[in-house]
């Protein structure tokens, strides 16, 4: 059974940082792309960032761009985001995403999320 | 990269058929085939119901069905039933090597 657990999330103050791990198992995770997607509290979904099968590529929002650092370990089957410089905007719950199959980045299969909130 | 458009909501009666519409640009619906929808219900992650514009990811029911003409793309749901009452997200893959997510579409049974 595929399964995307993500952790990590909590309050934080505005200007620090959080480090999500997501855990992956059930597929041969070094195969998938792997995505970031957030949605803040009652509101839509917005992509965050993707990164390819070795992490030798990957792409970010404009919204994170500097900010957040995507990364993954195949050996630990662990997809990561650095989140630095955290703004209040940044609240929400933050969904790791798995390609609909490997080699392809289309998000399919979602984790149930994390939720960050950012306040002093 | 502004959200694709959706419509905030749309209803319909039990066992009548609805559609919804995403539309965006020739930078990302229009530019590829990579048009996916994804159903969300209250409190739940998001999950899969088309991808690449037409295609229907294993389990998930031939009621759904998706389509696309120039930058607007289309998700039908037919025969609708109780548990189709969820939120429902357009995406595409954008030129600039990103992806972008339409603004969602509460769907709701008479």
């Known amino acids: 059974e595929v399964q995307l657990v993500e952790s990590g999330g909590g309050l934080v103050q505005p200007g620090g940082s959080l480090r999500l791990p997501c855990a992956a198992s059930?597929?041969?995770?070094?195969?998938?792309?792997m995505h970031w997607v957030r949605q803040a509290p009652g509101k839509g979904l917005v992509w965050v960032s993707r990164?390819?099968?070795?992490?030798?590529?990957?792409n970010y929002a404009d919204s994170v761009k500097g900010r957040f650092t995507i990364s993954r370990d195949n050996a630990k089957n662990t997809l990561y985001l650095q989140m630095n410089t955290l703004r209040v905007e940044d609240t929400a719950v933050y969904y790791c995403?798995?390609?609909?199959?490997?080699?392809?980045?289309?998000?399919?299969?979602w984790g149930q999320g994390t939720l960050v909130t950012v306040s002093s | 990269q502004s959200a694709l458009t959706q419509p905030a909501s749309v209803s319909g009666s039990p066992g009548q058929s609805i559609t919804i519409s995403c539309s965006g640009s020739?930078?990302?619906?229009?530019?590829?085939?990579?048009v996916s929808w994804y159903q969300q219900h209250p409190g739940k992650a998001p999950k899969l119901m088309i991808y690449?514009?037409?295609n229907r990811p294993s389990g998930v029911s031939n009621r759904f069905s998706g389509s696309k003409s120039g930058n607007t793309a289309s998700l039908t749901i037919s025969g609708l039933q109780a548990e189709d009452e969820a939120d429902y997200y357009c995406?595409?893959?954008?030129?600039?090597?990103?992806?972008?997510f339409g603004t969602g579409t509460k769907v709701t049974l008479l």
């Open positions: 995403a798995r390609g609909v199959d490997s080699g392809s980045s289309r998000i399919g299969y």
């Open positions: 059930g597929f041969t995770f070094s195969s998938y792309w």
């Open positions: 990164i390819n099968t070795d992490g030798s590529e990957t």
């Open positions: 020739s930078s990302d619906v229009g530019g590829y085939n990579y």
């Open positions: 690449d514009v037409s």
């Open positions: 995406s595409s893959y954008t030129r600039s090597y990103t992806y972008v």
